[in-house]
């Protein structure tokens, strides 16, 4: 993590959710911490809270509700239900199917990219040169129709898969959507559905 030393990263984070949960200063859990972060403080130099630039992505504050807020679904007091369950357990399940064809889509976008850069390099060869071609971990000399050839065949596969993947995607964000309105419906603010 970019030279933080890693125990010194836990202190940052138990000081931060110790300080979110409003833990007492008599608890253990804040005098042990306290401790821990004059002793990092006085041999590393770090300061005592977390620079937003140390955390990262980790940030407390969005994650977190409101005094307000949470005061407000103890009002409510609303309790889940099993189908509520379900309906959050299956936005889970589609969100972590989305990141995994984002990802696909990616990797196929890039090798599409490398396809079409070999095909222009291809352009400047000569006709009747023998050119290497690449079928599974082994490499063939083929003439150079034929690698193009195999090239715009793989070309046109990558771009029918990648339409595929693009259509799987766009019903997946339609089902978390009408998912995340029934949910906010149902838990307003004391549910965050936010990717």
Known sequence: MDGIHVPTMRLYLLRALSRSFGWPKGDKRSARSGRVAKLAQDRRGYPHYPAPAVLGSFDMQRRMLSREDEAAAEKGDLEVR????????????????????????????????????ISNELELA????????KLGDAFIMLPLPEVQQLLS???????????????????????????????????GKSINLET
Not at 86 to 108: A, G
Not at 126 to 133: M, S
Not at 153 to 176: F, G, P, Q, W, Y
Request: glycine letters at 0%; aromatic letters at 6%; zero cysteines.
């Open 126 to 133: 000569d006709e009747d040169e023998k050119v290497p071609y």
């Open 153 to 187: 065949k793989s070309t046109h596969k990558i771009e029918s898969s990648v339409s595929a993947t693009e259509e799987k995607l766009s019903d997946i964000r339609e089902e978390m959507n009408s998912l995340k309105v029934d949910l906010y419906a149902r838990f």
């Open 82 to 117: 099993r189908e509520d369950q379900d309906k959050i357990n299956k936005f889970s399940r589609l969100h972590q199917r989305e990141m995994l064809l984002e990802d696909d889509l990616k990797s196929r976008a890039k090798e599409k990219e490398d396809l079409e850069e």
